[in-house]
């Protein structure tokens, strides 16, 4: 008994560690975008801004 709790334990330690991964991942894949798309829209703004100028 006391081998099936340990390997249990065990197992249920690596499934949250690797959540812990997939969420950090998760939240930088969406920062790393939010940061792209944002220097987008400054450069799309800034060539919609030369284009009125002319």
Known sequence: ??????T???YLILVIANAAVIVVAV???KKLREMKDA???AEEGA???GE???
């Not at 008994?1 to 340990?6: E, G, K, L, R």
């Open 1 to 6: 008994m006391i081998t099936f709790v340990n």
């Open 8 to 10: 249990f334990l065990t």
């Open 27 to 29: 939240l930088c894949g």
């Open 39 to 41: 220097k987008a829209t």
């Open 47 to 49: 060539v919609s801004a």
């Open 52 to 54: 009125k100028e002319n």
